[in-house]
């Protein structure tokens, strides 16, 4: 039989010493389908798990504002949230009120009013119960005016039965940052 050189076994497999016959024989059988089937399935898994892994090691955390240090305000002690709190420290002053008792469940209108025409740029306002996960509990409140702030907060019920929660209010005013928390108990 005469072979032509383009039909010889002169490719790769042949100069590496491999036999061409092992390499290209037909599958047969209805396991080796399988088999071949559950490897191409498997090659594409991993194709995808690289690619995740690749995307996030190519994420940054979102950079936050360039903000100075928080000032902290600081609360009175006679603190009756539904009369108002007030809260100021030599920058800033600010009045915090709950529109009605706050009850689990329930939603409960919350005003921010900042004293001496000051005004905010943003305020946001989380709540937390110390030493127990209640999820997250964020909002943004809302400016009437640079100086008058709302929203209204829905909380979850925590299942052990405690009531004691904290509002952590976050201000910017000035371009500078300005913390408050306010601990209060729900209603029963």
Do not use: H
């Not at 209805?30 to 798990?49: H, Y």
């Not at 979102?62 to 928080?70: Q, R, Y």
């Not at 009850?103 to 989380?126: N, Y």
């Amino acid at each position: 039989m005469n072979m032509s050189a383009s039909t010889r076994n002169t490719g790769p497999d042949r100069a590496l010493g491999w036999p061409t016959s092992r390499l290209r024989r037909p599958v047969n059988s209805a396991a080796e389908r399988r088999g071949e089937k559950i490897n191409a399935v498997a090659a594409a898994n991993m194709g995808r798990l690289l690619g995740v892994l690749l995307f996030l090691a190519g994420c940054d955390k979102v950079s936050e504002p360039d903000l100075p240090v928080a000032s902290r305000l600081d609360i009175a002690p006679s603190c009756d949230l539904q009369r108002g709190c007030r809260a100021a420290n030599e920058q800033l002053a600010v009045t915090v009120t709950f529109g009605t008792a706050p009850r689990a469940l329930q939603p409960f209108p919350l005003s921010l009013r900042v004293d001496d025409g000051q005004a905010l740029e943003s305020a946001t306002v989380e709540f937390a119960m110390l030493g127990m996960d209640m999820g997250q509990n964020r909002y943004r409140l809302r400016g009437d005016s640079m100086s008058s702030w709302t929203a209204s907060i829905t909380l979850p019920i925590c299942t052990p039965g405690r009531s004691d929660w904290v509002a952590d209010f976050e201000m910017t005013a000035d371009g500078k940052l300005f913390r408050l928390q306010v601990p209060f108990s729900l209603a029963k």
